[in-house]
């Protein structure tokens, strides 16, 4: 059976004296790409951001077999990483700087990126595709370069859990399949992956595992296929499920 890295049980989140989130509990286990939907409001950023630690919670989260908590900051971003929405960033920084940040977690202070940070950089712009955009500035690239650049930035952490919130959000069609592909290669690779997803085509094509959230409360967990069905769509979404009426495109190598 594949390691559990990430646990997350009967987690709630309250904010501004709501209840937002309600007893959720979530498992993703290496080699596995599980989804996190719902309508907006359902609570499925909220729940990305408990279990990185960006929120405070009541319940358990649990990374490589450790309560999250008792973990130092540091050790906890060798093993997990997350890719916001949007960045707050705003420093004229070239997006090899801001992708080699991710290499913080493995130096001592404000020690110098060494040659092993460096690989780990190049690397992860190489995955994402990324490369030609290494000496522009962060805050000048569009919406959907920043969100490769963020993710790049995630993998040059090398952590086996990561944590995306809807990646691709502002892609154009070539680099949603190729983060489809980035996505599954990591997960082949040994990874726990979770990514909040609105597009339920998407998280079909691309997940194994699925959450499906409602005003905070968790209304299916399962495979993909489990949780994706026209009963539980038309109890959330209030619409009926048409199965076969979707476009297909794939990249002009094959993939």
Known sequence: MPEVLLKAADVSVVRG???VLTRVSLEVAAGSITAILGPNGAGKSTLLRAAAGLLPYSGRVELLGHDS???EARERARQLAF???RSQLSAR???A???AQGRYPHRGGLGRLTASDHAAVERAMERVQVQELAERLFPELSYGEQRRVLLARALATEARVLLLDEPTASLDIPHVLSLRGTLRSLADDGHAI???LHDLEDARRCTDHALLLDRGEAIANGTTDEVITAE???RVYG????ENDALGFRLEDGR
């Not at 619409?239 to 048409?242: P, S």
């Open 17 to 19: 004296g709501r209840t």
């Open 194 to 196: 979770a990514v909040v």
């Open 83 to 85: 890719v916001p929405q």
């Open 93 to 95: 920084m070239t997006s």
């Open 232 to 234: 539980h769509v038309a």
């Open 239 to 242: 619409v009926t499920l048409i």
């Open 97 to 99: 700087a801001v992708v």
């Open 69 to 71: 908590e008792t973990l």
